[in-house]
């Protein structure tokens, strides 16, 4: 396993798109090197954000060797995970070639009602099948889209079984009960998606946050990671975060990224997300970057 364990304000960046859908690497890195130059000690690429499974393996790989070429790949962690293992072992294999610190894995998504055996299974077989290509596997909890929990009972099941492999977890599900149980997992790094938990972060063993909305408002959750108590940067992440996420998340993060560096040409969303409306536009106007 990588030695470098990430930790910290890790910004879920977007991925900016051509008009034919291809991923805008220019564009990418661009804002990549913004985030990494403004508060976020590490990046989440081609997660839900960067709208990863809507894009072909073809086109997350060509996104994986851009980002891997120009960025400090010890501070990359990439989305590898897919519905069906054949494809999630190639991008994983393919992240450790490229050198990426970390691999960030849904489970098998599109079937619901599943055992935690069978997600056991699935991810032994992930692990053997890249026992050559030993990069550090973070498990993707986000209920809410795929319709699976990883239970605490299966994740430490899992960290005990691949000690070496299974490095923690990125916990969308908005439970901070939950991520904290998780927390609790020997050696098992927990990063919840709302920054707001970087308030206690250190009473609850967080490993730091990985967040969308800090893809655009680095500056104001590293000033909350570094001073954790200040009322004052919690409540300037908190606001900042509940303004954008009043929107559609995805396109809110692309028109801001756009504002960001004055460049419409970032706000593209993939369908079947849908270009914001001017009002929405207005809203997300109001908050200060």
Known sequence: MTSKRLGGVIAAVPTPVTENGEPDTARFLRHAEWALDNGCHALNVLGTTGEANSFSPRQRMALMEAAASALDRTRLMVGTGTPDLETTIALTRRAHELGFAAALVLPPYYYKGVSDDGLFAWFKRLVAATSGSAIPIYLYNF??????????ALARRLKEAFPDRIAGAKDSSGDLDYASELARIDSFDVFPSNEAALSRAE???YAGCISATASVTAPLVAKLWAEPTNDDALEAASSARTAISAQPLIPAVKYLTARLHDDTGFALPLPPHMPLTDAQKAALDEIPL
Do not use: D
Not at 143 to 152: I, N, R, V, W
């Open 203 to 205: 009473a609850e063993g």
């Open 143 to 152: 209920p809410q889209m795929t319709g699976l929990t990883f239970s605490p």
